[in-house]
């Protein structure tokens, strides 16, 4: 279902569309109650470039894969109620987000969290299913610990404000590591 730039509707109810897998409304004005009634079904849902959106809950769509988030208002709340069904999340340029947890997502694979507002705090609680990570240009995490991620292959920090000390807990499954232009970096 395609409603990107709707900004017309707001709240509406299709938890009775049990076959639909796939839901775009990226930069339209839906809001959270509608999001809390997508139905069961939804494998990929896009909220891309949304201000409506901040503590909905979607912890009842077990089918959900992929959920993009970027360039929105979502908040810390919404996020830690994420389903456990969950293999790649998109936060890219979120600006309202920093000490969620996400532990619990034990299928993700990937998580995007490029020129957002994220913090060690949050990083420090990133399930070990992870294998690849982005967090280019975040400016507010420094020393975080992802010695955990027994599978993470890949992570790109390029131009953030990481430290030697966060490095120092890099997995050693790391095959690719981008550290391009992160100015807090001595090594």
């Keep these: 279902m395609d409603l990107k730039l709707c900004h017309n509707i707001s709240t509406f109810n299709i938890k009775q569309l049990v076959n639909l897998k796939k839901i775009d409304s990226s930069d339209s ?3 959270d109650a509608s999001i809390n009634n997508f139905p069961v079904s939804l494998q990929v849902i896009s909220l891309h470039s949304f201000s409506n959106i901040s503590d909905f809950n979607i912890n009842h769509l077990v089918n959900l894969k992929k959920m993009n988030c970027s360039y929105s208002t979502i908040s810390d709340a919404a996020i830690n109620n994420f389903p456990v ?3 790649e ?4 340029g979120c600006e309202n987000i920093s000490a969620f947890n996400i532990k619990y997502l034990v299928n993700l694979k990937m998580i995007d969290c490029a020129y957002s507002t994220i913090t060690d705090a949050a990083i420090n609680n990133f399930p070990v299913s992870l294998e690849e990570i982005k967090l280019m240009g975040c400016q507010k995490i420094r ?5 955990h991620l027994v599978k993470l292959k890949k992570i790109y920090c390029r131009g953030s404000s990481i430290t030697d000390r966060a490095l120092e807990n890099f997995p050693v499954s790391l095959e690719t590591r981008d550290l391009n232009n992160c100015k807090n970096i001595v090594q």
């Design 143 to 147: 020393n975080f610990n992802i010695n």
């Design 85 to 87: 069904s969950l293999e």
């Design 89 to 92: 999340i998109i936060l890219k």
């Design 29 to 31: 004005t839906i809001n």
